[in-house]
């Protein structure tokens, strides 16, 4: 995703797009280096989408709230004037929704191959990141 196009682009990230990249943190900082703005939308309960992206560390610029993705997608459009609003979501999952609402849509894996994200366990990566805090004696 990097080199081409407009960098005057609103990105969302579906929640299990994300689930699915080894660094979702690094994934958003790169993100950030060629859009306006990045921020994540899902339809799972906001608390949901909140304890991953604080675990992770991501600063979203919006998030999808306790509404539907198609009425979020179209709530951030308004909002965020872009040339380009583009959803990257697991293939099949959400293209419809997408295209809808007048978005973009790019499978997690081709986005992922284009800009040089790593697919993988967000979890192992923090954990691997900031040592095992696991404890035994933690009560």
Same mark, same amino acid.
């Given at each position: 995703m990097q080199g081409?196009?407009? +960098?005057?682009?609103?990105?969302? %990230?579906?929640?299990? /797009?994300?689930?699915?990249?080894? @660094? *979702?943190?690094?994934?958003?900082?790169?993100a950030r280096t060629?859009?306006?703005? $990045?921020?994540?939308?899902?339809?799972?309960?906001?608390?949901? $989408? +909140? &304890? %991953? +992206?604080?675990? &992770?560390r991501i600063r979203?610029?919006?998030?999808?709230? *306790?509404?539907?993705? =198609?009425?979020?997608?179209? &709530?951030?459009? !308004?909002? %965020?004037?872009?040339?380009?609003?583009?959803?990257?979501?697991?293939?099949?999952?959400?293209? @419809?929704?997408?295209?809808? $609402? #007048?978005?973009? %849509?790019?499978?997690?894996?081709?986005?992922?191959?284009? /800009?040089?994200?790593?697919? #993988?366990?967000?979890? =192992? +990566?923090?954990?691997?990141?900031?040592?095992?805090?696991? !404890?035994?004696?933690?009560?």
């Open positions: 081409g196009g407009s +960098t005057d682009m609103t990105l969302a %990230f579906e929640l299990s /797009a994300l689930k699915r990249l080894a @660094d *979702p943190e690094s994934v958003f900082a790169d060629w859009s306006e703005y $990045v921020g994540v939308v899902s339809d799972k309960p906001t608390y949901v $989408v +909140t &304890n %991953f +992206t604080r675990k &992770n979203q610029d919006f998030f999808s709230g *306790p509404r539907g993705k =198609a009425e979020s997608l179209e &709530n951030v459009k !308004r909002q %965020f004037d872009t040339d380009r609003h583009v959803l990257i979501a697991p293939p099949g999952e959400d293209e @419809d929704v997408a295209a809808e $609402v #007048g978005w973009e %849509f790019v499978p997690i894996e081709q986005a992922a191959e284009a /800009a040089e994200w790593e697919l #993988g366990d967000p979890e =192992a +990566t923090r954990k691997a990141r900031e040592g095992d805090d696991d !404890r035994d004696d933690w009560p």
